[in-house]
């Protein structure tokens, strides 16, 4: 496939990268922007606190800063600080902390996170914190991870683990979450994919899809496979046995997407084969959200939607923009 590869310089390494618009900023490093015609916005302010991670809103206004194995987070409207976020000490350790932001057609920014248990997934007023979800039935016993909103807002998901340990992933329908909150404590969505067990990374695809990586282990090795699931149907579309070990995933389009395990690698969705590789570029070697004992991943960031990531070097930020089809 045909891509477009872009350097932009920085000063170092950045400290977290995430997309808005056609910019790409480091909220951790001072909400750095680093525009695509190679010019800068630096606001030169910095909070003193060792967050290693962020997310912003799709609309760029909220981001979160977080210490990704620890239970601090910082709620920002542009450089404003907003409130102080904590999640659930327990194991927070060993996986990532569970967080993500979504805008409203309405122009309200939901806050999803887990501020109270590691089982509980909340809903937020960012702007004014007001809890949307509040309820008190007994939850499933999960740990909530690396949580996505679909682009649309329709879904949320969570790709994290249970005991003991195994990987699993949810997800949950967000307008009936506001009305019916007990629906985030329920697996039904994942019905048709055993509840979602051993899936270690899953990302939304057209419509009412969701794409994921499943493992199989024994003793001896383990087997990945790519699958595409229907949310609406509860059905699995397709699924077909990696050639490699699979990691976090964007993506491209219909017949591809884009596993960011070790380095970033364009796969067929239809065989399991890489088609292309960025050796170059160094995403690190995490394959669920239990990442205790590894080092801390590079920075990188997707942006499906334009068919484009970046990924964060020493001295700059490498932007590769796929071709349309």
Request: hydrophobic share 40%; proline share 6%.
């Amino acid at each position: 496939m045909d891509f477009q590869r872009q350097t932009l310089k920085t000063p170092g390494a950045v400290a977290s990268l995430c997309w808005s618009g056609d910019a790409l900023v480091d909220p951790v490093g001072g909400l750095v922007r680093y525009h695509l015609d190679g010019s800068t916005d630096d606001p030169h302010v910095r909070y003193a606190y060792r967050f290693d991670r962020a997310v912003m809103s799709p609309d760029g206004r909220y981001s979160v800063l977080y210490e990704s194995l620890g239970t601090a987070g910082l709620l920002l409207d542009g450089t404003r600080v907003v409130r102080q976020l904590m999640r659930d000490f327990y194991q927070a350790h060993v996986h990532d902390y569970p967080v993500a932001l979504h805008t409203l057609p309405s122009g309200r920014t939901l806050l999803a996170h887990c501020p109270e248990s590691y089982c509980v997934v909340e809903l937020e007023d960012a702007a004014t914190g007001e809890r949307l979800t509040k309820r008190d039935n007994t939850p499933a016993d999960i740990f909530h991870s690396r949580l996505q909103f679909s682009p649309d807002g329709r879904y949320l998901a969570s790709a994290g683990w249970i005991w003991h340990p195994v990987d699993a992933a949810s997800v949950f329908d967000v307008p009936r979450a506001l009305e019916e909150p007990a629906s985030l404590d329920s697996a039904e969505l994942m019905d048709g994919v055993e509840n979602g067990i051993f899936l270690t990374s899953v990302a939304f695809g057209a419509k009412d899809t969701l794409v994921f990586v499943r493992i199989e282990e024994s003793r001896d090795d383990a087997r990945f496979f790519l699958g595409t699931y229907s949310l609406t149907e509860k059905k699995l579309l397709s699924e077909v046995e990696l050639e490699e070990p699979a990691g976090p995933l964007m993506v491209v389009d219909a017949e591809h997407v884009v596993d960011f395990f070790g380095h970033p690698k364009l796969v067929s969705r239809a065989t399991g084969r890489v088609v292309q590789r960025w050796e170059d570029l160094d995403t690190g070697k995490v394959l669920g959200s239990m990442r205790s004992h590894l080092p801390p991943p590079p920075h990188f960031a997707l942006d499906a939607a334009h068919r484009r990531f970046a990924v964060g070097t020493a001295n700059g930020i490498e932007v590769i923009t796929l071709a349309a089809q």
